[in-house]
């Protein structure tokens, strides 16, 4: 239990289709991530909340959609995906974003995305 | 950030300890090294971090060469759970929202 739970953890969805991650935390940090890891390829670093700002996008396409209502949740919203986005969607948070007392990252177990 | 080489893989027998080295030979003198591990259809775990000297916690240990241009982690006793893919990364305080995943070394714990 990492403190970090993302629904759902396996996801089939068409092109067309709209579909939305979620995470949440129960460790009252403020930052939270959206990470991407694709088979055979490093983790990328998609967006960065901090205290609910959005802080970071990697240049990420526009059909993935943040959102951050609270330093608790976080949302992954997808649509018309294609089927190279197909990969381990993880989340994780940390007490703050750039603090100089380090605060380790906790990831979620990931929501497996396959893109038909 | 600094880049870091760590080999692609290694064993350990069961209840061994397991040396994972990290070089990281541009490393500047405010970067931190951390080291994270990944399990088979898990999340990243944090594991341990350091600056120059030697740190020690429940989970493992981690030296630092005197010149800072190489670490290894040591898990003292690893077990079969200990299975997983190791992360060193080079990071500057204070920006650990920035972390760079590689690679790794993918550690197998054979009975």
């Known amino acids: 239990e990492t403190g970090v739970t993302q629904t759902p953890r396996h996801l089939v969805m068409g092109m067309t289709n709209k579909k939305s991650l979620k995470c949440e935390q129960h460790l009252g940090h403020n930052a939270m991530y959206w990470y991407k890891q694709s088979a055979k390829k490093p983790l990328e670093l998609m967006f960065v909340y901090n205290f609910k700002e959005q802080t970071e996008n990697n240049s990420v396409p526009s059909r993935f959609s943040p959102e951050c209502p609270n330093s608790s949740h976080l949302f992954l919203h997808l649509h018309t995906l294609q089927p190279e986005d197909s990969a381990l969607y993880l989340c994780?948070?940390?007490?703050?974003?750039?603090?100089?007392?380090?605060?380790?990252?906790?990831f979620g177990n990931g929501t497996r995305l396959t893109v038909t | 950030d600094a880049k870091t080489t760590q080999p692609t893989s290694m064993d350990c027998a069961e209840g061994r300890a397991a040396n994972l080295p990290c070089n990281h030979s541009?490393?500047?003198?405010?970067?931190?090294v951390y080291w994270y591990r990944q399990i088979h259809s898990q999340g990243p775990q944090y594991i341990i971090h350091?600056?120059?000297n030697n740190e020690t916690n429940e989970m493992a240990s981690l030296i630092i060469t005197e010149d800072r241009k190489s670490s290894t982690l040591i898990l003292p006793h690893a077990t079969l759970r200990d299975t997983a893919v190791y992360y060193c990364?080079?990071?500057?305080?204070?920006?650990?929202?920035?972390?760079?995943f590689g690679k790794g070394t993918k550690l197998s714990v054979k009975p």
């Open positions: 541009t490393i500047s003198g405010n970067e931190y």
């Open positions: 990364i080079a990071l500057v305080r204070g920006s650990q929202g920035n972390l760079i």
């Open positions: 350091g600056l120059k």
């Open positions: 994780a948070s940390s007490q703050d974003f750039g603090s100089l007392e380090y605060s380790p990252l906790h």
